[in-house]
């Protein structure tokens, strides 16, 4: 029903830089906010930031607030995280989803579809 693209990722040096983007297609109508969240090898997957659709309303992880910036186009269905000063700990392969109900917006099981994850490593 929705597929979602990622894209942006790769390898970086500490302090350095990367933006993600996620298209998503499909039936998109019922999008409610999307996600970001991220996966270590052997750890949980974890929530990194949320955009509500119609509103703009941000969330973030403390881990990377004020670091990471999630925004998005409405009219290219694509959401984006720019992640600035970053850190070896960041290193994961990062998600989007989508969610298309409920009021959290940090628990995966909440959101409906996932992109395929793209890598990103960041280097000491």
């Known amino acids: 029903q929705v597929q979602l693209v990622e894209s942006g990722g790769g390898l970086v040096q500490a302090g350095g830089s990367l933006r993600l983007s996620c298209a998503a297609s499909?039936?998109?109508?019922?999008?409610?906010?999307m996600g970001w969240f991220r996966q270590a090898p052997g750890k949980a997957r974890e929530f990194v930031a949320a955009i509500s659709w119609s509103g703009g309303t941000t969330y973030y992880a403390d881990s990377v607030k004020g670091r990471f910036t999630i925004s998005r186009d409405n009219a290219k269905n694509t959401v984006y995280l720019q992640m600035n000063s970053l850190k070896p700990e960041d290193t994961a392969v990062y998600y989007c989803?989508?969610?298309?109900?409920?009021?959290?917006?940090?628990?995966?099981?909440?959101?409906?579809?996932w992109g395929q994850g793209t890598q990103v490593t960041v280097s000491s």
């Open positions: 499909g039936r998109t109508f019922g999008i409610y906010a």
């Open positions: 989803a989508t969610k298309s109900g409920g009021w959290r917006v940090n628990v995966a099981d909440d959101y409906n579809y």
